[in-house]
């Protein structure tokens, strides 16, 4: 049994002709690049192009930017944990060393009084 809209081959063959015909017609009518009126949107679509780049370039100098500064932070951080760290171990040193001159003269201030007592005791013998 044949469909009523079962088109032949033939009919087929034409509705794409006339397909390709119009699409044929719309391209044909599409402005082309030597128009004014396409020269301005190229125009236009270039200045947005140039300016979309500029801000993306100012984007990237503020990035460069931004990570120098936070180098330089961290630099300076870095420079002053080494430099309290620097004076502690100084300041450690030192008081090593004046325990270290106390428990001296200590022990020299002990063996003068022992000296001082040995002394007086063979004074009272002698």
Same mark, same amino acid.
């Given at each position: 049994m044949r469909h009523p809209n079962d088109n032949g081959f033939a009919a087929r063959r034409t509705v794409a002709a006339e397909a390709k015909r119009q699409l044929l017609a719309k391209f044909?009518? /599409?402005p082309k690049a030597t128009d004014p009126e396409m020269q301005e949107r190229l125009a236009v679509r270039e200045a947005v192009s %140039? /300016?979309?780049e500029a801000r993306r370039a100012e984007r990237e100098a503020l990035k460069i930017a931004e990570n120098e500064r936070l180098l330089a932070e961290a630099a300076a951080a %870095? $420079? $002053?944990a080494e430099a309290e760290a620097r004076l502690e171990a100084e300041a450690r040193? $030192?008081?090593i060393a004046e325990r270290a001159s106390r428990a001296l003269a200590e022990e020299a201030a002990r063996k003068a009084e022992r000296d001082r007592r040995y002394a007086a005791r063979k004074a009272r013998r002698a």
């Open positions: 044909a009518s /599409a %140039v /300016a979309r %870095v $420079a $002053a040193q $030192a008081e």
